[in-house]
T-cell receptor, first 113, second 109 residues
C-alpha cells in the first residue's frame, strides 16, 4: 500500500521563477494538506484541500496557490520565488477532511538561488 | 507566531539515559500529536492524545497531555541510538496541525 508520494524530491530554482510541486495521497485518503518546513524549524501550515476546494489556509501570501484533482492528488504552485521560499515542502493526506490519521510524504526540498 | 514552544531545543545524551521533552502553549487544543522526523523524511506520527490528563505508552516512550490540554510531555526511558531524530509536537485545531518548534535528539552509543 503506497503512502504519500511527492515529486520531485529536490528542485533548484532562480529568484522570480515559478515552481509546481506534486503530491499523490495515500490510498483511501481524500484530503491533502501542504506544509512548509524551513531548516531547523517545525512545519508551517500552508493550506488544505478537500473535495477539490481550498478548505482552509495558513498565513501565506497569494503567491502560494494550489489545486486538487478528482483523483485527490494535489499541486502546490509558488510564483515569483524568493530566497526565503527555500524549504522542505511537505504534503500530508488524511481521510474525510480530518487531522487524524495524517500521513506525510518525504517532501520536496526546494532551493531558491 | 509560534503557538507551541518545545524544550529543550537540542538534546545530546548517551545510550541508556532517560529524557523528557516538553511542549507548551497558552492555547487549548482539541488534541495533540507527537511526531518523529528523520533527515530527508517526512514526520511520522507516534501518538495522538485527546483527553486532558491522558497518558499513553509506546514501548519506552510515555506521552502525557496536560489537564488543561495546553501542554504535553514525551518521556523516553533508556534511550537507544535508534531514537535519534527531530521530535515534533503538533496541536490539532480545525483539522489542521500547528507544529511546535521541535527538539533535536542525538543519542550516542
Amino acid at each position: 500500500d503506497a503512502g504519500v508520494t511527492q515529486s520531485p524530491t529536490h528542485l533548484i530554482k532562480t529568484r522570480g521563477q515559478q515552481v509546481t510541486l506534486r503530491c499523490s495521497p495515500k490510498s483511501g485518503h481524500d484530503t491533502v494538506s501542504w506544509y512548509q518546513q524551513a531548516l531547523g524549524q517545525g512545519p508551517q501550515f500552508i493550506f488544505q484541500y478537500y473535495e477539490e476546494e481550498e478548505r482552509q489556509r495558513g498565513n501565506f501570501p497569494d503567491r502560494f496557490s494550489g489545486h486538487q484533482f478528482p483523483n485527490y492528488s494535489s499541486e502546490l504552485n509558488v510564483n515569483a520565488l524568493l530566497l526565503g521560499d527555500s524549504a522542505l515542502y511537505l504534503c500530508a493526506s488524511s481521510p474525510q477532511g480530518r487531522a487524524y490519521g495524517y500521513t506525510f510524504g518525504s517532501g520536496t526540498r526546494l532551493t531558491v538561488v | 507566531t509560534q503557538l507551541l514552544e518545545q524544550s529543550p531545543q537540542f538534546l545530546s545524551i548517551q545510550e541508556g539515559e532517560n529524557l523528557t521533552v516538553y511542549c507548551n502553549s497558552s492555547s487549548v487544543f482539541s488534541s495533540l500529536q507527537w511526531y518523529r522526523q528523520e533527515p530527508g523524511e517526512g514526520p511520522v506520527l507516534l501518538v495522538t492524545v485527546v483527553t486532558g490528563g491522558e497518558v499513553k505508552k509506546l514501548k519506552r516512550l510515555t506521552f502525557q497531555f496536560g489537564d488543561a490540554r495546553k501542554d504535553s510531555s514525551l518521556h523516553i526511558t533508556a534511550a537507544q541510538t535508534g531514537d535519534t531524530g527531530l521530535y515534533l509536537c503538533a496541536g490539532v485545531r480545525t483539522d489542521k496541525l500547528i507544529f511546535g518548534t521541535g527538539t533535536r535528539l542525538q543519542v550516542f552509543p
